[in-house]
């Protein structure tokens, strides 16, 4: 049984920061992309950012560039988004999703397995 288990989502002041972890289990993902997704009332699930198995290839969605941060530890099966910076805009329910191919994929449907969500909330 594959699992992915989101942590860190809360509640924030506009210009703050949340750091949201994603441990994986059931198998090792140390050979796989995993990128993070949110999804806001009323709309579609949008990327937000993905790491290759390596580290050495990240994306951001044009959105959070320069303010999140994607990394991962393949010794813990985790993978974190650190975000800086936040605005209204960025309250959502962010997801962790994993991809059973190595390469970065920025669409849900790229991806094989999703955690359960984590609420993050942006105050102004």
């Known amino acids: 049984q594959v699992q992915l288990v989101e942590s860190g989502g809360g509640l924030v002041q506009a210009g703050g920061s949340l750091r949201l972890s994603c441990a994986a289990s059931?198998?090792?993902?140390?050979?796989?992309?995993m990128g993070w997704f949110r999804q806001a009332p009323g709309k579609e699930r949008e990327f937000v950012a993905a790491?290759?198995?390596?580290?050495?290839?990240?994306y951001y969605a044009d959105s959070v560039k320069d303010r999140f941060t994607i990394s991962r530890d393949n010794a813990r099966n985790t993978v974190y988004l650190q975000m800086n910076s936040l605005k209204s805009e960025d309250t959502a329910v962010y997801y962790c999703?994993?991809?059973?191919?190595?390469?970065?994929?920025?669409?849900?449907?790229?991806?094989?397995?999703w955690g359960q969500g984590t609420q993050v909330t942006v105050s102004s």
């Open positions: 790491v290759i198995w390596s580290g050495s290839s990240i």
């Open positions: 999703a994993a991809r059973r191919a190595f390469a970065i994929g920025t669409h849900p449907w790229e991806y094989d397995y």
């Open positions: 059931g198998r090792t993902f140390s050979r796989n992309a």
